[in-house]
């Protein structure tokens, strides 16, 4: 059995809830120092719990939670407030981060500079910054963060990528230098969008675009054939440039 722990005053964002028994919730929360935890929310259901209000995906909150097992319960949460509430795409955009989060991310596996790069994405998401530009910073973060690398400026022999070479990009392994020559488009990206990429520079349309397609290879090789039920909303109701796909 594992042992039991307690902790206290640890910052967190709500990624999803569900009802668990009568009045109670599972909450699936992302820990700055804990990684993913699940928590039993006693009684968070009733009108007259202090938790109704508090356990709202996207705003930063301190935590205490006790516990074993790998359902703890949860203490008590405590809303820290300073970001905005989203709304329209960018609430969209956020339930899509969070969807990643909860399908690739194990349960208890700490990543601070993860937590702190969701934090910035909410945080830019509310200011009005470009989504696609957000989700591509965050979706780089999440996969680098997780160990699967993903390298922008050297070729799988070593050699510096170059701006004005065209690159078959090989999962797990990296870019492969190619004439563009037979090889359809959809396989290739320049290496002007590597290297920016790497920089986290994603000013330019023509970038922006290569690194939306790159990206959406990426995460749909490690979701490992999963569905995105936040991709399947955007496809069915919402048509705009920004889908995070």
């Given amino acids: 059995m594992a042992a039991k722990q307690r902790v206290d005053q640890q910052p967190g964002f709500v990624l999803h809830s569900y009802p668990y028994r009568e009045t109670s919730l599972i909450v699936e929360v992302f ?19 202090a938790l109704r209000g508090t356990l709202m995906a996207f705003q930063p909150l301190l935590i205490d939670w006790s ?49 702190h790069a969701y934090g910035e994405a909410l945080r830019t998401l509310a200011g009005g910054e470009a ?22 400026e050297e070729d799988v022999d070593g050699q510096p990528v170059r701006p004005d070479r065209f690159y078959a990009y090989i999962i797990e392994r990296g870019p492969v230098p190619v004439d563009d020559a037979g090889i359809e488009e959809a396989a290739l990206v320049s290496g002007r969008t590597l290297l ?7 000013s330019d349309p023509d970038i922006l675009a290569g690194s939306k397609a790159l990206m959406r290879r990426l995460i749909q090789h490690y979701l490992g ?7 399947r909303v955007f496809t069915e109701l919402i048509a705009f440039p920004g889908e995070p796909s």
């Fill in 31 to 49: 820990s700055r120092d804990h990684g993913r935890v699940g928590l039993v929310a006693k009684g968070a259901r009733r009108p007259s719990s």
């Fill in 131 to 152: 989504q696609e530009v957000v989700l591509r910073r965050f979706e780089l973060a999440l996969l680098q963060e997780l160990g699967y690398g993903l390298p922008l």
């Fill in 67 to 115: 516990g074993g097992g790998e359902v703890k319960t949860l203490i008590r949460a405590e809303w820290q407030g300073g970001q905005p509430l989203l709304g329209g795409q960018a609430l969209l955009v956020a339930y899509y981060a969070n969807e990643l989060l909860m399908r690739l991310l194990p349960r208890e596996d700490p990543h601070p500079e993860l937590h």
């Fill in 196 to 202: 920016h990429m790497a920089r986290g520079d994603f």
């Fill in 225 to 231: 054939g999963q569905v995105l039920q936040s991709r």
